[in-house]
């Protein structure tokens, strides 16, 4: 019998604020089992002597792992376009061999995807939670993004979730 091997997910610092501040951190585990986050995105989440929404939640879960990323050469090489959370989240799921990089951030996927890595956003954790009955709609999660976490989404990207998530309405 073949074992399935499990799957490693990293986490830049946006997805954990993100679905934090809109009620919805628990997704992750439901998701995932286990979140991996690189020590720059643990110091993102407690920075300035503010703890931004999603830190306590972090602090508090035995599922998520922090790592220091090993690469250094290749951190400093992603900080020339990239914040220390998202270098260290490439550089962490690459040192990991991660199934998957959970990151929002336009350039930092764009970098993610050429370096090989698969590259999902809180959008599209939304959308598999609802593909897996974790959530019955994704629309009232999209509103709350933009609503309560100030989280930008574009209107393309918001009506392209609503189709893959089968909830556009019909203009008719």
């Known amino acids: ?8 997910v990293v986490s830049d610092t946006s997805p954990l604020t993100n679905l934090a501040a809109i009620g919805q951190f628990d997704l992750l585990r439901y998701l995932y089992t286990e979140i991996h986050i690189a020590d720059g995105v643990w110091n993102e989440l407690n920075a300035r002597g503010k703890r931004w929404p999603g830190a306590e939640n972090v602090a508090a879960a035995k599922w998520v792992r922090r790592h220091a990323a090993q690469n250094k050469a290749l951190v400093m090489a992603l900080r020339r376009d990239l914040d220390q959370g998202e270098a260290e989240s490439i550089a962490l799921a690459l040192e990991l061999d991660a199934t998957l990089l959970l990151l929002d951030e336009k350039e930092g996927r764009h970098i993610a995807e050429r370096l090989g890595l698969r590259v999902v956003g809180v959008v599209g954790v939304l959308l598999e939670a609802k593909a897996k009955g974790l959530v019955d709609r ?19 990207v918001y009506q392209s979730a609503l189709v893959l998530a089968n909830e556009r309405e019909r203009s008719e």
Do not use: N, W, Y
């Open 138 to 156: 994704v629309r009232p999660h999209l509103d709350a993004l933009r609503q309560t976490a100030g989280f930008f989404l574009g209107e393309s």
């Open 1 to 8: 019998m073949t074992k399935v091997a499990a799957m490693i």
